[in-house]
């Protein structure tokens, strides 16, 4: 069975930080891996979507990496803001079973 | 355009009642999903469905029962309701439930509490 994990939990940085969200998987037989944004009280937005043969995916500050073999994705967000505020989930896709980490609250003071 | 809907917002029931939350998608998707968000915001999937069938039913109690009358509409109905059954539920869908290519896209969710 799938488990996917995320480190850290919770992370707190001054405005202007690069920082690295990391995201780890059990079964490499993953279709792709995908991540999101949760605001506070809100749904889940897509911020990148990578395949299971690509590397990374770049979407403005935001980067995502995958080695499969390892069972690894880091999402690196450069020049943090305010508004990058959320929670980051990352999710494993399966066969119609896709599997969730429980994310990484990230907070970033001005 | 709201890409996946789901009504209502919030839903604030009394232990027994049934109740039902509605999702459409207007994405043309084949698959679509229901996920349960603890007060942990655990995001777990609960089912999946493919072109109006049941392909996934994740260890869910049988007091859900999900209902799709064509591929855009995943219906919600929970009988019986428990104080456990609080959570956020979202509705979710993607092109055809695999493939690399498969991105979810979600719906606002929907707040149950149960009192």
């Known amino acids: 069975k799938q488990e996917v994990t995320q480190i850290p939990a919770a992370l707190s940085v001054p405005e202007g930080e690069n920082l690295v969200l990391n995201c780890s998987f059990t079964d490499s037989a993953i279709y792709n891996l995908q991540w999101f944004r949760q605001d506070p009280g809100k749904g889940l937005t897509s911020l990148l979507l990578i395949q299971s043969s690509q590397r990374e995916q770049t979407s403005g500050r935001l980067n995502a990496s995958l080695d499969k073999s390892s069972g690894r994705s880091t999402l690196y967000i450069a020049a943090s803001q305010p508004g990058d505020s959320a929670t980051y989930l990352c999710?494993?896709?399966?066969?119609?079973?896709?599997?969730f980490g429980r994310g990484t609250s990230l907070i970033v003071h001005p | 355009d709201t890409a996946v809907s789901q009504t209502p917002k919030y839903l604030v029931t009394q232990m027994g009642n049934d109740k039902s939350i509605k999702c459409e998608q207007n994405?043309?998707?084949?698959?679509m999903y229901w996920y349960k968000q603890d007060s942990k915001k655990f995001l777990k999937i609960m089912f999946s469905?493919?072109?109006?069938?049941?392909?996934i039913n994740e260890t869910v109690p049988n007091r859900f029962s999900p209902k799709s009358p064509d591929k855009a509409h995943l219906n919600l109905h929970i009988n019986s309701l428990e104080l456990g059954d609080s959570a956020v539920y979202f509705c979710a869908s993607s092109s055809r439930g695999m493939g690399s290519d498969n991105e979810q896209f979600f719906g606002p969710g929907t707040r149950l509490t149960v009192l």
């Open positions: 994405l043309g998707h084949d698959t």
């Open positions: 999710a494993v896709g399966g066969s119609y079973i896709p599997t």
């Open positions: 469905y493919n072109n109006k069938e049941l392909i």
